[in-house]
């Protein structure tokens, strides 16, 4: 022990004064300087602990910020999904919509169709023409009709391989479709496309009345086009008064250059059954 003392007297200095004030302070005896240490350093201690705790709540601020930012991403990607999905959802409900349809009006009249989705079209804005995903392997067959919705007539085969074909759509330049208005003299003409752009029916009769609003539909006058078929209605007529014909401007039912599924009618028979 004296060797201790002689080695480390500090050490012993500092554990004699805090053995002291530890029984000075069961005692009571230093009831007041403590009172006095702790109103002097509490001041500074308060200091301290809000320097802490400010320095905490960066750290904490800081840290949920990034998580903010991972969540606002991590929602933005879920919006995103949803809303292809919903568009998804929507494109196959349009198209269940317009499926009924047709396979409502090809029941009705007795016809036989194969079901088609376009899956290409012809990029020059001079042609008006899609290319199916069904051939002559499904039953189509050079002139069928495609029609969509309750019997509307969009366009006809030209051409068919084993697994595809091709159809000029009826706003073409280069279609030609026998057709006869829902008048009461059942006015007959032909019907061509304006280059994508409108329908209008040549060779009517200058002395048959003809009113806007009147139904055009197809004849049955040509080969493989099922009578009855819906064109569109009449938006305007045009007449010579010298002149042997008339033409009428017609407003399709729908917007042939944004069909995606269409029935292919491939009867073998020109005229539908209606018994």
Do not use: C, W
Not at 140 to 156: E, H, N, S, Y
């Amino acid at each position: 022990m004296f060797r201790f003392l002689r080695t480390k007297p500090l050490s012993f200095i500092l554990l004699v004064v805090i053995v002291l004030l530890i029984f000075l302070h069961y005692l009571g005896v230093l009831g007041f300087f403590e009172n006095v240490f702790f109103r002097v350093f509490s001041p500074i201690q308060h200091r301290i602990y809000s320097f802490g705790s400010g320095f905490n709540n960066i750290y904490s601020g800081l840290t949920s910020r990034d998580t903010l930012v991972k969540d606002n991403e991590k929602l933005k990607q879920e919006v995103a999904s949803l809303a292809t999905e919903n568009a998804q959802l929507k494109v196959l409900i349009q198209e269940s919509q317009e499926l009924a349809e047709q396979r409502t009006f090809i029941d009705y009249l007795g016809l036989e169709s194969v079901t088609a989705r376009v899956i290409g079209k012809n990029p020059e804005a001079n042609f008006q023409s899609i290319v199916l995903n069904k051939g002559a392997k499904d039953g189509i067959r050079l002139d069928a009709p495609l029609i969509t919705g309750q019997g509307i007539l969009v366009g006809k085969i030209f051409s068919v391989t084993d697994n595809s074909s091709q159809a000029i759509l009826i706003n073409d330049s280069r279609s030609r479709i026998a057709a006869v208005i829902q008048n009461q003299t059942a006015s007959q003409g032909v019907v061509v496309g304006e280059h994508g752009l409108s329908l209008r029916m040549e060779l009517i009769p200058q002395n048959e009345s003809v009113v806007q609003g009147d139904l055009v539909v197809t004849s049955g006058l040509e080969p493989g086009i099922t009578r009855g078929l819906v064109i569109g209605k009449i938006s305007r007529i045009e007449s010579e008064p010298n002149g042997l014909f008339q033409t009428a401007y017609i407003q399709p039912f729908v917007r042939i250059d944004n069909i995606t599924i269409v029935s292919v009618l491939i009867n073998r028979t020109d005229e539908p059954n209606t018994d």
